[in-house]
């Protein structure tokens, strides 16, 4: 019983679901169910109920989902102790992003508790590199939103946000119930600094070449609305200041909150973060 295919197992029963388990795999579903059931096979026990909406655990395959869950959890401690007595172990996350978010809190409480004895390091990064120094090797994983050239790269989606229009509560608009992104094709929009990920870019301008001040993080976007009356976009539940309103997009694809690292890394300490933030962020 390899501990790949423990992992696999473990995707499936969290997800209940082989699309899914694959996705979150990056792996397609032939192989994924082909491993699933050699693994029953080996066992000599149904570990799945299947139908056509998903699939359900079996007695059996609970108490497995319990063990796989702790022998998993065995050999990544082994792994650490191992790399302790190599050196002291490492990770450098980047962020991106509101770290109020209770997905980021989520995700740091669950780290520290299956590694602490790791030195986690954290980069917070401005608005022209949505990889958060990736590429450049200044971090291990990045936290962040997508869209951005993903050449290269490893992406995981953990969530995705809708969208809405930052404007001042005196802006005409801003007593709207939702706009479309036409209503704004005549507004002046936030950019980004020169350098910065071009799809990243156009994203948060719309789809569209705009004009506008040039801002590097987010207090500097919620500033240029506030003194210039410039149109900002922003992912929907976030307090803003007394003096803004948000109004939802209903033409604007939502916002990805993604994990990324760069393609090949097999540091366990990225897997691991990996699996942590999906379970932290589907609650």
Same mark, same amino acid.
């Given at each position: ?42 066992? %000599?026990?149904? +570990?799945? =109920?299947r139908s056509p909406a ?7 395959? #609970?108490? &497995?989902? /319990? ?96 969208? %809405?229009?930052? +404007?001042? =509560?005196d802006d005409p608009l ?7 992104? #036409?209503? &704004?094709? /005549? ?97």
């Open positions: 019983m390899e501990l790949r295919t423990l992992r696999y197992f473990v995707a499936v029963a969290e997800e209940l679901h082989f699309g899914r388990a694959a996705t979150r795999l990056h792996m397609s579903q032939p192989p994924l169910s082909r491993a699933i059931k050699q693994l029953e096979t080996d066992i %000599g026990a149904l +570990l799945f =109920t998903g699939v359900t655990l079996t007695p059996a395959g #609970a108490v &497995l989902l /319990d063990e796989a869950r702790a022998l998993l959890g065995h050999a990544d401690r082994v792994r650490e102790r191992v790399s302790a007595a190599a050196g002291a172990a490492s990770l450098t996350v980047g962020i991106l992003g509101d770290s109020t978010d209770p997905g980021v809190t989520r995700l740091a409480a669950a780290y520290r508790r299956n590694h602490p004895r790791v030195d986690i390091r954290i980069r917070d990064t401005d608005l022209t590199d949505p990889t958060c120094g990736l590429r450049a090797g200044l971090v291990d994983v990045a936290l962040t939103r997508a869209p951005f050239d993903e050449t290269s790269l490893t992406v995981r989606e953990l969530r995705t946000d809708p969208v %809405g229009v930052v +404007l001042r =509560t801003a007593g709207r119930d939702r706009l479309r992104l #036409a209503d &704004l094709a /005549d507004r002046r929009w936030f950019q980004f600094p020169k350098g910065a990920d071009p799809i990243w870019q156009s994203y948060w301008n719309g789809g569209e070449p705009r004009e506008g001040p040039v801002v590097r993080v987010v207090q500097e976007c919620l500033q240029a609305v506030l003194w210039n009356g410039t149109v900002g976009l922003a992912p929907l539940g976030h307090d803003l200041p007394v003096e803004l309103a948000v109004v939802p997009l209903i033409d604007m694809p939502p916002s990805r909150v993604v994990t990324v690292w760069n393609e090949g890394d097999a540091n366990p300490l990225i897997r691991s973060f990996n699996e942590i933030a999906t379970a932290a962020y589907r609650r």
